[in-house]
């Protein structure tokens, strides 16, 4: 149990195109839903926290309106990347938390977003 | 939450114990202990929590000091396979994870 499914596992793209990215929990509801950047041999870092049927918040330093969040449903969260530029090139991950668990976190597989 | 402290990177041989001790020496009363890994080019996959006693499922075991801190890790019989960067992770309930470096475990045939 508890599999998030995280779409598309790569994208490639030009230069000010917006990517969006997907994150599903396929076995259980979540409420919460985070996503995070990794950089090549750096740790993750949390991006922003996704709250079903309410806007996301944001860690500081993240621009709100690069990154837009929408948590429409209890299984499906969007991270868009809008406008996307070389600099926005990295690994995004999302995670789901159900509600009933003491607060684990399951991941998806990542997506490696290349802007050209 | 607290902060945690790990080793950057551990080798151990296959087949014997991997240990990876995690330092949270200003962890709070309500606060969980957390272990993840992360194999390369993949989202983290859960391991095993703990708030204060000793746990164990089918991939690890957890140790938790009396003082609770700090913790190890304890994969019995390593594999090629468990090579990985693991995260020692300590919340509250906030909800938001805050990964710290973590160690960097490679299992040596």
């Known amino acids: 149990g508890a599999v998030v499914s995280q779409h598309p596992s790569r994208v490639i793209c030009k230069s000010g195109t917006s990517v969006k990215i997907e994150c599903r929990s396929l076995?259980?509801?979540?409420?919460?839903m985070f996503w995070y950047r990794q950089f090549p041999k750096k740790s993750l870092m949390l991006m922003a926290t996704?709250?079903?049927?309410?806007?996301?918040?944001?860690e500081q330093g993240v621009e709100k309106d690069k990154f837009l969040i929408n948590h429409a449903s209890l299984t499906l969260s969007t991270l868009t990347v809008t406008s996307a530029h070389p600099e926005d090139s990295s690994f995004y991950i999302c995670?789901?938390?159900?509600?009933?668990?003491?607060?684990?976190?399951?991941f998806g597989a990542g997506t490696r977003l290349s802007v050209l | 939450d607290a902060k945690t402290t790990q080793p950057p990177s551990m080798d151990c041989a296959e087949g014997r114990a991997a240990n990876l001790p995690c330092n949270h020496s200003?962890?709070?009363?309500?606060?969980?202990v957390y272990w993840y890994r992360q194999i390369h080019s993949q989202g983290p996959q859960y391991i095993i929590h703990?708030?204060?006693n000793n746990e164990t499922n089918e991939m690890a075991s957890l140790i938790i000091t009396e003082d609770r801190k700090s913790s190890t890790l304890i994969l019995p019989h390593a594999t090629l396979r468990d090579t990985a960067v693991y995260y020692c992770?300590?919340?509250?309930?906030?909800?938001?994870?805050?990964f710290g470096t973590g160690t960097r475990l490679k299992v040596l045939a």
């Open positions: 703990g708030l204060k």
């Open positions: 076995d259980f509801q979540a409420t919460t």
């Open positions: 200003t962890i709070s009363g309500n606060e969980y």
């Open positions: 992770i300590v919340n509250s309930g906030t909800y938001k994870y805050i």
């Open positions: 995670s789901a938390r159900p509600g009933r668990a003491k607060n684990i976190q399951y």
């Open positions: 996704s709250n079903e049927g309410s806007k996301a918040t944001y």
